[in-house]
């Protein structure tokens, strides 16, 4: 049990292993020439060579995705919960939300330099749009999908539709969210870099569209690793949460 405990745990170490020796191999068996493909190692050693400017840039993304994800985070349970709880107010916003998710937020970036300037907001206000809807989506359809018998039975026994809403719904819809939570924390990344290569003088996607234009692949593929290591440890961050606060909603799995 332990050894296979072990194994599972060290599968993802050795999966990005894998994946850094095959890129490794690729690049040195074809001779590919780094200001088209770095190897793996020449960007670290290079990520080294600039860690304080990398990890300056890296600060102001981590702050800027934060910042986006937590307003969407609120704007999103409490959209959501009003979506999942009320049919009509579903069939009214279902198609405005799958419209808006529809426009490609690196369109909206022009957008808002005009209205907040080139810097930090456009790069929040990105990171909060793209990671929204997830948020919404899972956390309505965790609240709509509550069972009709569950509510009458509820409903028999004298709650409200407060009652049934705060203290079933909400717990109930909670897998959905922490769901979401990863999916969005990691779409929020996105939404920043892209601003910072637009709209920004600082940031790692500034850092990328700077190292980009003097043909040093390296270190642009250094800002990949960064951004990718930072997407990685907030989406275990949040699953951490999800298999302490979600516990019922996993117990068939804990034993696998």
Partial sequence: MNKKLNLRKATPWISAIGLFVIWELIVRIFNIPPYVLPTPSESIMVGWQF????????IHTLYTTLAGFAIAVVFGVVLGALVGS?????????PLLVGFNSVPK???????????GIGTVPAI????????FPIVVNVATGLATLEPELRDVLRSLGATRKDILIKVGFPRAMPYFFASLKVAITLAFVGSVISETVASNVGVGYLM??????????????????????????YE???IIERR????????????
């Fill in 86 to 94: 009320s049919r009509a107010i579903y069939d009214a916003a279902n």
């Fill in 51 to 58: 860690h304080d400017a990398i990890w300056m840039h890296a």
């Fill in 106 to 116: 690196v369109a909206l970036v022009p957008v808002l330099v005009m209205w907040f």
């Fill in 209 to 234: 569209l700077s190292a980009s234009s003097k043909f040093n692949m390296p270190l642009v593929f250094a800002g990949l690793l960064v951004i990718a290591v930072m997407g990685i440890v907030m």
């Fill in 245 to 256: 606060s979600t516990k019922w909603a996993n117990r068939a799995n804990q034993s696998t």
């Fill in 125 to 132: 206000i990105t990171a909060f749009l793209i990671s929204f």
């Fill in 237 to 239: 961050v949040f699953n």
